[in-house]
């Protein structure tokens, strides 16, 4: 059984650091494409950052320059370090993950809910979820 699991997770002030990781069991991170995936309450499932099943990484502009995303595949572990952060950066955060090197991953896709049977068509595995709260 593939399961993934996040941990890190907490409460920092507005400006601080945080570093976030996401477990893998089951599956080999250094051959599918990884992402991280955040939900406030009232906003749509947002992706936060990737990594293709080539090694290419990729930051959408609501990270960029705070958000670094990396891979350690002796410990089949995902991190997403999170600089400078704000209170909008406030979410749950889900790691999700697609095994298969030959399926294109749709990263544009809209998802409305991180919980919803509709992620599967984006990324086929996801993680449970892990609170971050940003304290202004």
């Known amino acids: 059984e593939v399961q993934l699991v996040e941990s890190g997770g907490g409460s920092v002030e507005a400006g601080g650091s945080l570093i976030i990781s996401c477990k893998g069991i089951?599956?080999?991170?250094?051959?599918?494409?990884m992402g991280w995936y955040r939900q406030a309450p009232g906003n749509e499932c947002e992706l936060v950052s990737s990594?293709?099943?080539?090694?290419?990484?990729d930051i959408p502009d609501s990270g960029e320059g705070r958000f670094t995303i990396s891979l350690d595949n002796a410990k089949n572990t995902m991190y997403l370090h999170m600089n400078s952060l704000k209170a909008e950066d406030t979410a749950v955060y889900y790691c999700?993950?697609?095994?298969?090197?030959?399926?294109?991953?749709?990263?544009?896709?809209?998802?409305?809910?991180?919980?919803?049977?509709?992620?599967?068509?984006?990324?086929?595995?996801w993680g449970k979820g892990i609170l971050v709260t940003v304290s202004s």
């Open positions: 990594v293709s099943s080539d090694g290419d990484a």
């Open positions: 999700a993950a697609e095994p298969d090197p030959f399926r294109p991953v749709p990263w544009a896709t809209r998802i409305t809910h991180c919980l919803t049977s509709a992620r599967k068509g984006v990324m086929r595995y």
């Open positions: 089951g599956l080999l991170f250094g051959y599918s494409a």
